[in-house]
């Protein structure tokens, strides 16, 4: 196959790590090219050094044979390349059309640029009305908008950034459809994802990082989703687990939440009622937008609700906020990173501290015990082996996935009696995500009730004692997580009642 683009030695410092050491490998038109690593592999930096987001500081690319060295993504644009990012980059308040032409460098008059969108999006299989607002789309189709974006760019190589962590099955398999057609018109795909069987199923060839360098490379088609994690990791990888006993009594209780949506893009939560007892894990699944955001603030106290609405060991907490609630060890780690978990320009230090002054004693008569917080911040780093030069670093300097490790694991050192997490593994490679599930395994052997709401339906039933299903926020009933079949969660999803979903399981 032709080579469309090739990278040679490519290197990227930063103080304190090597992000990039000498990478060299190649891209085939026409080829679907996997870019496996753990997280803080280098793998971000390299396609941002494609994009031109990133200025490398020695090696060299050559694009269709001849010299690329793109100062700016407007250069990379304008050479053929494009890249569909893992967070997106859309207004709620504008609508198809007017977001996509923010994106343009020259574009044409918004009647034409309907007519352009609406051929594209039926011709790669992705429909999308052009007039729609984006506030009231779903996370599948607000990707849509961002690929069908790239598209009327005509790319010689689109760059995707975990494309999948936010779809659902059925999403994932048009978007893959859309992937191969691309492919076989001869667009070169290089494609960045934790999701080791879609990188088997969709995948010509892998390049493996592992800090910096690269390692391997493979067919992915010709290994197992263990193997390819080893590659990775390059240690064998121990599947999570937990001793089992016998659960204690009920520690949270939700009844009848019910809670506006915040903004006008946001989601009711109706007549929520679910119990968690201690030492149980409570799965919530549900495709994106279904009310999750909305529930973990409701149960964090970001949202007040009515006071009986939602219980502690019997006793109403539901108007009290953030910091009444981490005092009587209600904690809560939510699904974006960056700017509500954690404040990007903050240390992780000053991140620790933001969280756990209460319960780990940080501040005391108004003054801050900074060797005190350094230190809890330097216990989590060392126990979720967050790969940072240190505490001292911002959070907007570690990858999504060290970041993520971060965040689950200054919740979980605090000892809570309840721990509500939303997305805990998003964007994290199979080594962190088995460690990470494996301390919400451990965290509820020590007697905590434990509520994980995820998108990943692996995850849940992996670590889960009981189920439940958001769906336009409404919870349906929980059951128990062993025996239930893909079909009906499926129906659980989608909003089936009862007396559907006992049809199927007969």
Same mark, same amino acid.
């Given at each position: 196959? *032709?080579?469309?683009? /090739?990278?040679?030695?490519? *290197? ?43 200025? %490398? ?9 001849? %010299?690329?060295? %793109? ?56 429909? $999308?009305?052009? !007039? ?46 859309? $992937? ?31 800090? =910096? ?14 193997? $390819? ?29 019910? $809670? ?6 946001? /989601? ?11 030492? @149980? ?32 060991? =019997?006793? +109403?907490? =539901? ?16 699904? @974006? ?7 990007? !320009? ?44 240190? %505490? ?32 805990? *593994? ?37 670590? +889960? ?21 893909? @079909? ?5 999803? =989608? ?10 399981? @007969?």
């Amino acid at each position: 196959m *032709t080579s469309l683009l /090739t990278v040679e030695g490519l *290197t990227k410092a930063y103080p304190g790590v090597v992000a990039n050491d000498h990478v060299s490998f190649d891209i085939a038109q026409g080829e679907v090219h996997a870019l496996l690593g753990e997280n803080g592999a280098g793998k971000s930096t390299l396609v941002k050094m494609i994009y031109g987001l990133v200025t %490398p500081d020695s090696g060299h690319m050559t694009l269709r044979g001849a %010299p690329y060295t %793109p100062a700016e993504p407007r250069a990379a644009r304008a050479a053929g390349v494009a890249m569909v990012f893992q967070h997106f980059s859309l207004f709620d308040a504008l609508n198809v059309a007017e977001n996509i032409a923010l994106g343009m460098e020259n574009p044409p008059p918004m009647r034409q640029l309907a007519a352009r969108i609406r051929t594209v999006s039926e011709t790669y299989g992705l429909p $999308l009305s052009p !007039d729609r607002l984006v506030g009231g789309l779903s996370a599948g189709e607000r990707q849509r908008v961002e690929i069908i974006r790239c598209l009327l760019q005509d790319p010689k190589l689109l760059i995707m950034d975990e494309p999948t962590s936010v779809l659902t099955p059925q999403e994932v398999e048009i978007l893959f459809a859309t $992937l191969r057609r691309l492919s076989a018109e001869g667009t070169a795909i290089l494609y960045i994802s934790h999701k080791l069987e879609e990188i088997r199923s969709l995948c010509d060839r892998a390049t493996v990082l592992r800090l =910096g360098k690269v390692v391997d490379s493979c067919n992915p088609r010709e290994k197992s989703a263990a193997e $390819l994690a080893e590659m990775m990791v390059g240690a064998k990888l121990v599947a999570p687990s937990r001793a089992g006993g016998d659960l204690g009594d009920v520690v949270l209780e939700v009844a009848g939440l019910t $809670l506006p949506a915040a903004t006008p893009f946001g /989601t009711t939560l109706r007549d929520i009622s679910f119990s968690v007892r201690a030492g @149980e894990i409570l799965g919530i699944g549900g495709v994106a937008g279904n009310g999750q955001d909305e529930l973990l603030s409701a149960l964090s106290g970001e949202a007040h609700a009515a006071p009986d609405s939602v219980r502690l060991k =019997g006793q +109403s907490i =539901g108007a009290l906020g953030p910091s009444h609630r981490r005092r009587i060890a209600v904690l809560a780690a939510p699904e @974006e990173r960056l700017g509500h978990a954690a404040a990007p !320009d903050m240390s992780l230090t000053e991140n620790a501290l933001l969280t756990g002054a209460i319960r780990e004693g940080l501040a005391a008569r108004g003054f801050l015990k900074w060797p005190a917080a350094r230190a809890f911040a330097e216990k989590v780093i060392e126990t979720f082996d967050v790969r940072t030069p240190g %505490p001292g670093n911002a959070a907007r300097s570690l990858s999504g996935g060290n970041l993520q490790k971060f965040v689950i694991g200054r919740e979980v050192l605090q000892r809570p009696e309840v721990l509500v997490v939303n997305q805990p *593994t998003w964007g994290v490679d199979a080594s962190a995500a088995a460690a990470i599930r494996q301390s919400l395994l451990d965290l509820a052997e020590t007697g905590t009730a434990v509520v994980v709401i995820s998108q990943d339906l692996d995850e849940l039933m992996e670590i +889960s004692d009981r189920f439940a299903a958001l769906n336009e926020g409404r919870l349906s009933p929980p059951r128990p997580a062993v025996g239930l079949s893909m @079909e009906e969660i499926g129906l659980m999803m =989608g909003g089936a009642h009862d007396m559907e979903v006992a049809h199927v399981a @007969e």
